[in-house]
């Protein structure tokens, strides 16, 4: 029996904004586009009627910004979120509001993929009662916690807890733990879906790192960022990631992200 569709609203004042986002959409299955809006106020009447699952929503419009339309509607009502934004100061003002992604303009293609991946994890969840947007606890999704990697000869049991970061190696990925590296037959966008976010986040198409190994992250000027790890690697975190990154972060540490370049020592 082929499962039902994700019904998607979409919720963005510029119209070739919206014709990109239909586009998109039309090419990835299980996904039903139900509505769409040009502005907040039409926004927050039209998603009270049309109960969407998932609503892809801009930050700024006309009217009521697209987290107003969110906060007005009641939790139990309220579609999973992803909002789609050319800016990047309201990441924590959208985790709050338990929004499954954060994506930056120009969308990429990868970046909405991974999004719309999330979209399809948390949607049973979603159907079973449990909060819009809520991330699902580890007693409700089974969050990667050990790797079981070939090396040589040998099957070697890799604990998730003991990885530092993550490469992608074309269709596969390397892992780093404790000085040493193993090859995993996985891409990386789907590792990213299955290591829990409050430990791992991805912040590059080809890197993933452990949050608690991040020892300095500095801005730079095309609005990527360098971090510096605990154990001195550099990594460069792209701009389409930095607002996820940065709640995670927050979220971990209590850092202070008003500034326009942090640091704290490891």
């Known amino acids: 029996m082929t499962p039902a569709p994700i ?16 586009v998109r959409l039309a090419g990835r299955p299980g996904f039903e ?21 998932l609503a892809l929503v801009d930050v700024e419009m006309p009217g009521r910004s697209g987290l107003e339309v969110l906060r007005a509607l009641p939790r139990e009502t309220r579609p999973m979120a992803i909002l789609v934004t050319a800016y990047d100061g309201f990441a924590l003002q959208a985790f709050d ?8 303009k120009p969308l990429d293609d990868e970046r909405l993929d991974e999004a719309l991946d999330r979209a399809r994890l948390a949607f049973p969840w979603r159907r079973a009662g449990v909060a819009p947007g809520a991330r699902p606890t580890l007693e409700r999704q089974a969050w990667t916690r050990t790797f079981t990697v070939r090396a040589g000869a040998r099957t070697v049991l890799v604990p998730a807890e003991d990885v530092e970061r993550i490469d992608a190696d074309g269709d596969y990925a390397t892992l780093h733990a404790g000085g040493k590296t193993y090859l995993v037959r996985e891409r990386l966008h789907t590792l990213a879906l299955r290591l829990d976010p409050d430990c791992f986040q991805r912040v590059h198409r080809s890197s993933i790192v452990r949050i608690d190994m991040v020892a300095e992250l500095r801005a730079l000027t095309n609005r ?3 971090l510096r790890l605990r154990d001195g690697t550099l ?9 996820a990154l940065q709640e995670a972060l927050a979220r971990h540490a209590g850092i202070d992200l008003s500034q326009p370049a942090l640091a704290r020592t490891a």
Do not use: C, H, Q, W
């Open 7 to 22: 019904r998607v609203a979409i919720v963005d004042d510029e119209p070739l904004a919206r014709l990109a986002l239909k």
């Open 33 to 53: 586009l139900v509505a769409e809006y040009g502005d907040g106020d039409a926004a927050a009447a039209g998603l009270a009627e049309v109960r969407a699952d």
């Open 97 to 104: 509001l338990a929004a499954l992604d954060y994506l930056l």
């Open 224 to 226: 990527d960022a360098l």
């Open 235 to 243: 990594v460069r975190a792209s701009r389409t990631y930095m607002p």
